[in-house]
């Protein structure tokens, strides 16, 4: 299979020493297209380095909710020169935390709101942070990102309930699935998992956080794509090759990639 992971921080320094054999054993377990998104300026740099690195590797970049503070003019006139490179194929990861409440919610809406216009002036989709502010992240798409100007949305970790899944897909959301889906006690999210479309989903690890069981508690890497699609293919009873290649259809389609790693 090619798979894709659609969520992936391989620029972080936990990756230093083996970055490459992590590369290497993600394609040995079928894993070909990689997304590596930001959550502050310096991680946006890096993210854009990396891919520009790489022929199988893109990038988001953007300042997460626990780093809102950090959104200002010049920052905002920094991420979209980054957003202009060509392998820099979306604006994230950006939303809403209310668990950490690093900022007043003020702050986090107001830096949520401007890189979602900063994603429509550069005409780029958006992958959503959410915890404990799924009500909130809906409310604020439905405001500031609607009409003409939307742009594609990507719920990274879905972490809501059925009714908010539902809305989403409605609004022709992806809804993001990984680790989680394989934990003991994620029964609510394997049974949003069984009904949402297929066209709507896509496969992250978030690497290097989220390992699936069993390998909980251990850095996490891409090559577990491969333990999350099997475990959706057997709840939704669906041969894991066919699900493979419809979520990376939807991811491809989703970031506008019209190559192969080979071709890119």
């Not at 054993?25 to 891919?51: E, Q």
């Not at 699936?212 to 699609?229: I, K």
């Not at 939704?236 to 071709?263: C, K, M, V």
């Given at each position: 299979m090619?798979?894709?992971?659609?969520?992936?921080?391989?620029?972080?320094?936990?990756?230093?020493?083996?970055?490459?054999?992590?590369?290497?054993?993600?394609?040995?377990?079928?894993?070909?297209?990689?997304?590596n998104p930001?959550?502050?300026?310096?991680?946006?740099?890096?993210?854009?380095a990396l891919a520009a690195s790489r022929r199988d590797t893109w990038a988001a970049v953007g300042i997460h909710p626990n780093a809102?503070?950090?959104?200002?003019?010049?920052?905002?006139?920094d991420l979209r020169a980054l957003a202009g490179q060509p392998r820099v194929v979306a604006i994230g990861?950006?939303?809403?935390?209310y668990h950490w409440n690093s900022y007043p919610p003020d702050v986090a809406r107001a830096a949520f709101v401007g890189q979602i216009e900063l994603a429509q002036v550069m005409?780029?989709?958006?992958?959503?942070?959410?915890?404990?502010?799924?009500?909130?992240v809906l409310d604020a798409l439905a405001v500031a990102n609607r009409g003409d100007d939307a742009v594609p949305v990507l719920l990274h970790a879905f972490s809501g309930d059925e009714l908010q899944a539902r809305i989403a897909v409605e609004r022709g959301y992806l809804i993001g699935l990984g680790g989680p889906l394989t934990?003991?006690?994620?029964?609510?999210?394997?049974?949003i998992?069984?009904?949402?479309?297929?066209?709507?989903?896509?496969?992250?690890t978030d690497s290097p956080y989220l390992s699936p069981h069993p390998f909980r508690g251990r850095r996490n890497e891409p090559r577990h794509v491969a333990d999350v699609a099997a475990r959706l293919a057997a709840i939704r009873g669906i041969d894991p090759s066919e699900l493979g290649?419809?979520?990376?259809?939807?991811?491809?389609?989703f970031f506008n990639i019209h190559s192969t790693p080979a071709q890119a």
């Amino acid at each position: 299979m090619d798979l894709f992971d659609t969520h992936c921080h391989l620029d972080l320094d936990v990756y230093d020493g083996d970055r490459d054999e992590v590369f290497a054993r993600a394609n040995a377990a079928g894993v070909h297209y990689f997304l590596n998104p930001a959550f502050d300026m310096a991680s946006s740099a890096r993210a854009a380095a990396l891919a520009a690195s790489r022929r199988d590797t893109w990038a988001a970049v953007g300042i997460h909710p626990n780093a809102a503070g950090d959104l200002n003019d010049g920052a905002l006139a920094d991420l979209r020169a980054l957003a202009g490179q060509p392998r820099v194929v979306a604006i994230g990861e950006i939303g809403l935390d209310y668990h950490w409440n690093s900022y007043p919610p003020d702050v986090a809406r107001a830096a949520f709101v401007g890189q979602i216009e900063l994603a429509q002036v550069m005409r780029k989709p958006i992958l959503i942070h959410c915890r404990d502010a799924m009500a909130d992240v809906l409310d604020a798409l439905a405001v500031a990102n609607r009409g003409d100007d939307a742009v594609p949305v990507l719920l990274h970790a879905f972490s809501g309930d059925e009714l908010q899944a539902r809305i989403a897909v409605e609004r022709g959301y992806l809804i993001g699935l990984g680790g989680p889906l394989t934990y003991q006690r994620a029964d609510a999210l394997r049974a949003i998992a069984c009904w949402v479309p297929l066209g709507s989903i896509v496969l992250e690890t978030d690497s290097p956080y989220l390992s699936p069981h069993p390998f909980r508690g251990r850095r996490n890497e891409p090559r577990h794509v491969a333990d999350v699609a099997a475990r959706l293919a057997a709840i939704r009873g669906i041969d894991p090759s066919e699900l493979g290649l419809q979520t990376t259809l939807n991811a491809l389609r989703f970031f506008n990639i019209h190559s192969t790693p080979a071709q890119a």
